[in-house]
């Protein structure tokens, strides 16, 4: 693969028809490149380069651990035949039966708690939360019992666990649809939180939350379901939870994760264009958070606007500013400044846009950074 | 549904008279063992109330008065069943071979679980949280029809699920989630409602306008109220339930009307909200008394029940010797088993709280 491809494939920028630039091609990444594989035992299978949506890589990662592990089964309302409201799990009832894709009742807490129970019987349940704002009956759940359940027993069980849980605004739904309530869980001692920001990564981090034994809250940002990307389906990359630079820059830092990576990205070619080079750090995992690369970037910039979808108070970004505040004071050459959405519940959808942080907001940031 | 009168005859009403087959075909052993374990159940409690009231327990959570439903229930389960308590069935752990010292460690705050259910007969943890074990449980038993581990026709290996929660616990979502999850993916489990009449202060009245044992109906499952201080009804309905349940016929739901005699736990006063008539009237239809009776008519030793009576208060002295001996954990049980894989908040945290300890003159433990 060329050097362009992969930079573009970190960066989850790359456009539907430029993936097949790569050195696999068009060929490799459809059924045809798949069988060739399979016709020749001797060598590595390799399977190349997809271009596939976010919603679609995740129904690979999906089918890539129901094949590779029967212990997995996935749980969730409406995921059997019409594949979820998403489509996320379409066909995969289908092809893995209904004893591995269940139709659920239609109850959050219900679906966790015995997802805990099957876990103690040696499941790896995959549970689907519909939206956003339906994951509060299973709060409960999560947070008294899930996230205690291996400290209870003394390590002696774990809890492969994973709740997919759709997230975040800009599809212009209904209240209770677009929210981003992902401090509460990495508030929470004993959950692992993550969040892609690309088709590629979604592909590997679903397969990789669902191998770890802790329970990981999967937010997928709804909508990056359906922009299309590069998928590299033999190398994962980095760690599930690692963060990393996806594009290089030298005056200020922007961090962020899931849908806000596409607004940061968006924000740094406007402000290349004025002459500000932004250096884009994709967060990834909101517990643990690797602030290792974070903390490299902000040693070279001094400045760090953090942005995200959540209401600003006591949130992840809340966070990042703190502990970057206390680890790299020196580097600092200006306030570590947040951009959120407002402590408000999420408006009526037709004002999103003043709502949401836009690459204009994170520039207005920018700029307070760069007046100190 | 009752076998036993609170006079103590074997008398079964109408719905329960073909429960008594399963009775008649238990030997000496099993029906003295009945009285062993409700004597053994009612003296720990004792013991855990005396020790609470020394400050060696931060709580005590008494069973007294309800020893029959737990004693009859569990006896009914086998070995390769499973078992999800509530937090009062510390007779239940006992006869699936719990050492109560685990009990009494969790209550003087120095675990947070206490035992492996894999070594004490498939017993699990006590859950506090009102009601989350009964999703617990009914996961598991998903899992077990999953597993085509039950309905094969072999009784050694076929399993369900029994779960223990209480009358306050009916009205929590979870409880009514858990019997909506049974009965769709037909668990082979049981439901097993201990009805003592009081969640803390309010009476199950406030609970429930119609009788709970008619709860299961409306879920499309087997409902039974049967007599929860007559062990006789409580062994064989629960064994029933279960040879059905690991038959592959699907979960069934029980009350089991009982009293707590005592307080709700060591911090409650029940002479706030409740009457000396009624703690009398339910005195009358103790669960010991009447089996006593029973046993006595049936030809049972004056030597029987002074060992069942000695075996109880060595096992008291016991479990209350070696709780006073208890030594609180280490501090690295606060970030041990948070999570099953390594975690850098874990790590940076336990090598900070090390430091900061050891930094006092002389250093810290």
Known sequence: MSTDTEEQLRAGAIEPDAANVGEAGPDAAGPAGVAAAADAPDAPAVKGVQTLSMAKAITAGLREALRGDDRVLLMGEDIGPLGGVFRVTEGLQAEFGEHRVLDSPLAESGIVGTAIGLAMRGYRPVLEIQFDGFIFPAFDQITTQLSRMTLRHEGRISMPIVIRVPYGGHIGSIEHHQESPEAYFAHTPGLRVVSPSSPHDAYWMIQEAIASNDPVIFFEPKSRYWPKGPVDLDHSGVPLHSSRVIRSGTDVTVVGHGAMISTLLQAADIAAGEGTSLEVVDLRSLSPIDYGPLLESVHRTGRLVVAQEAYGSVSVGSEIAATVAERAFYALEAPVLRVSSFDTPFPPAALETEYLPSPDRVLEAVDRALAY | ?365
């Open chain 2, 1 to 365: 549904m009752q076998l036993l009168t609170p006079q103590g005859e074997l008398r079964p009403s109408p719905e329960a008279e073909a429960y008594l087959p399963l009775i008649e075909a238990l030997g000496d052993d099993a029906l003295e063992q009945f009285y062993r374990d409700m004597t053994v159940s009612r003296r720990i409690d004792v013991t855990g109330a005396n020790l609470q009231r020394q400050g060696q327990l931060a709580l005590w959570v008494p069973s007294l008065g309800q020893e029959a439903a737990q004693v009859g229930s569990a006896r009914a389960a086998r070995p390769q069943d499973h078992i999800f308590p509530s937090y009062r069935e510390h007779i239940a752990g006992m006869i699936r071979g719990l050492d109560p010292v685990r009990i009494f460690a969790l209550l003087r705050g120095a675990t947070l679980g206490g035992w492996n259910p894999d070594e004490v007969g498939n017993f699990h943890l006590y859950t506090l949280v009102l009601a989350s074990q009964t999703l617990h449980s009914t996961g598991y038993a998903m899992g077990i029809r999953f597993d085509g581990a039950c309905g094969t026709g072999d009784p050694e290996t076929d399993a369900a699920v029994l779960v223990y929660y209480g009358d306050g616990a009916t009205s929590q979502g979870d409880a009514s989630e858990a019997l909506v999850f049974a009965s769709s993916y037909q668990t082979p489990q049981v439901f097993f409602v201990q009805n003592n009449q009081w969640a803390i202060s309010v009476p199950v009245s406030r609970q429930s306008r119609s009788p709970l044992g008619l709860r299961g109906g409306g879920f499309g499952m087997p409902s039974l109220r049967i007599d929860g201080n007559d062990v006789l009804v409580s062994y064989a309905a629960s064994r029933v339930a279960l040879e059905e349940a690991r038959a592959g016929e699907g979960p069934t739901f029980i009350e089991a009307l009982t009293y707590r005699m005592g307080a709700h736990t060591t911090a409650d006063d029940p002479t706030k909200y409740r009457t000396d008539d009624e703690v009398g009237y339910w005195a009358e239809r103790d669960p010991i008394s009447r089996y006593r009776t029973w046993l006595e008519s049936r030809g049972a030793s004056a030597e029987f029940f002074a060992s069942a009576d000695e075996e109880a208060a060595d096992v008291a002295s016991d479990v209350r010797k070696r709780a006073l001996e208890l030594t609180a954990p280490t501090r690295e049980k606060i970030f041990e088993h948070v999570y099953s894989e390594a975690h850098p908040l874990m790590v940076e945290q336990a090598a900070w709280l090390d430091a900061y300890e050891n930094g006092f003159e002389g250093g810290a433990a």
